[in-house]
């Protein structure tokens, strides 16, 4: 077992700032020492910084939510393709619940064969439209997240309640990193208009409607084609979209997904 030669009253905060400058340069050095004279593979420094609380160079401490995810093999697209653009929404105050309740989480994962499709509709929608890219809202979701929306929405009758999000006891595709929430940004990263916003609960942001819709003057032919283009991508690419949210897309079936990845907690 390797030994750290750190100042005693070191913390682990402190520690994760000597990282911002290198290898925790300014500890002694012993560290690096080390390093160079046992000649230790990259790996198992990786796991070391890991342990530490240190994921890189000028990277804070990863979440417990993020952990999960990389414990159980799922990716973060953004390695997989840094023009994909993320803004996870439950991460943030803007969405239906009105809660921050990924906290630090901020890097969208998904299980690898879910990643590399998005990676391919990506793809496609850059041949349509070589300015614009994929902007995605939500991917892997613990389940006990999904507990957390299931009891926000406690008011309403169970049959209504499923309309809007899935039962914890099923689970929802995200629990199992099969699903993402997405829409498409323009070349100055702003979402196309899509005629709702993402987590829009009414008939307005359902695809199996939008003829309806369009008809009504509720919604105008470029949201529609927005949403065409953002389906056409997708689903070439080997995902699947749902009847009740455009923003909403499967790469898997859920009775598949729970045979093969089971639940992230």
């Not at 990924?102 to 879910?114: H, I, K, S, V």
């Not at 595709?173 to 987590?199: R, S, W, Y």
């Not at 949403?227 to 979209?241: C, D, F, P, Q």
């Amino acid at each position: 077992m390797l030994i750290f030669d750190f100042p005693k009253k070191t913390t682990t905060k402190e520690i994760r700032r000597y990282n911002t400058v290198g290898l925790l340069f300014g500890v002694k050095d012993s560290f690096s020492v080390v390093i160079k004279k046992c000649m230790i593979p990259k790996t198992i420094i990786a796991g070391v910084l890991m342990t530490l609380g240190v994921t890189g160079y000028g990277q804070t401490k990863i979440s417990p939510f993020e952990r999960k995810f990389i414990d159980r093999g799922l990716v973060d697209v953004q390695k997989l393709d840094p023009t994909l653009k993320v803004e996870l929404k439950y991460s943030t105050t803007d969405n239906f619940i009105k809660e921050d309740v990924y906290g630090d989480l901020e890097r969208a994962y998904l299980q690898p064969m879910a990643a590399e499709k998005l990676v391919k509709a990506n793809k496609f929608l850059k041949q349509e439209k070589p300015s614009y890219t994929l902007l995605v809202y939500d991917g892997a979701r613990p389940r006990s997240v999904t507990k957390i929306f299931w009891a926000r929405m406690s008011h309403l009758p169970y049959n209504r309640r499923e309309d809007f999000v899935a039962d914890p006891a099923r689970g929802s595709i995200h629990n199992f990193g099969c699903a993402v929430d997405l829409t498409i940004a323009d070349e100055k990263g702003q979402p196309l208009d899509m005629g709702t916003i993402f987590d829009f609960f009414g008939e307005l942001a359902e695809p199996r409607r939008e003829a309806a819709m369009l008809k009504a003057g509720k919604l105008t032919k470029q949201q529609l084609e927005n949403r065409k283009l953002l389906r056409r991508v997708m689903i070439k690419a080997g995902y699947t979209s749902i009847q009740t949210e455009w923003w909403h897309y499967n790469a898997m079936s859920r009775e598949k997904a729970k045979v093969k990845y089971g639940f992230i907690e």
